[in-house]
């Protein structure tokens, strides 16, 4: 019985790589293409302030569109991590780098505390970059102008597993939505289709790592990542 329940979980995952494979390719070729004609109107020294204002907007949500179809892609297919020897504070900057625009944007302050002479780790340094960028734009979208938002770096007292917090001062969030934070498609109704944290969770398992969430309503958010340090 439980042999034949295994097969069926295999096959719906297989199922569902499949769909999300098909959607992703299906909808990322023609948003490639409306990037690059949104792109190549934006350089055109004819259009007006109020073209460039329009175009800003739908280039920015070409860039949301593109962010949904990765976390879809990286909370439901499998892709084994390709795994070095190397530091967490290099891909958590890259992301803070990607962040920081959109920070400035909405006028939300984003601060980095970052450990010297962490112990490396086996990463997958794309994966762990999309990883901070997610719980990053996640505590965005929870904060308005003048929140802060922090992410800090440090090993336990072992040595053996490094350590990250991405904390907000954000709205926060009750217990019937925090305890399914990272459900798929799980969303309080801000049009968002609620795979952040689904794909976050992922992204830290194939690390050999966890993600915890504490959350308390008008007090913030804090994220905490554990990644072992292998070898």
């Known amino acids: 019985m439980r042999s034949r329940d295994s097969n069926r979980d295999q096959d719906e995952q297989a199922g569902m790589e499949q769909l999300v494979s098909t959607l992703v390719h299906g909808f990322r070729n023609p948003l490639s293409s409306i990037k690059m004609g949104l792109t190549t109107l934006q350089a055109r020294a004819a259009a007006t302030e ?32 390709r795994l070095i020897r190397t530091g967490l504070n290099a891909p958590v900057r890259q992301a803070l780098g990607r962040a920081a625009p959109m920070f400035r944007e909405k006028g939300v302050i984003l601060e980095a505390d970052l450990a010297d002479s962490l112990p490396n780790a086996d990463l997958d340094t794309g994966k762990v970059e999309s990883l901070f960028l997610k719980l990053f734009l996640n505590a965005l979208e929870a904060s308005g102008p003048g929140c802060r938002v922090a992410v800090r770096t440090r090993p336990d007292p072992s040595g053996k597993i490094l350590i990250a917090e991405v904390e907000d001062d954000g709205r926060g969030m009750p217990p019937g939505i925090l305890e399914r934070a990272t459900e798929p498609f799980f969303s309080t109704g801000n049009g968002k289709p609620g795979l952040g944290l689904t794909a976050a969770e992922r992204i830290a398992k194939l690390h050999g790592g966890t993600i915890e969430i504490v959350s308390e309503p008008g007090c913030g958010t804090t994220v905490t990542l554990w990644i072992p340090v292998r070898g």
């Open 50 to 81: 109020a073209d460039r204002r329009i175009l800003d907007v739908s280039l920015r949500e070409v860039a949301h569109l593109e962010r949904m179809l990765k976390d879809l892609e990286e909370a439901f297919r499998s892709s084994e991590p």
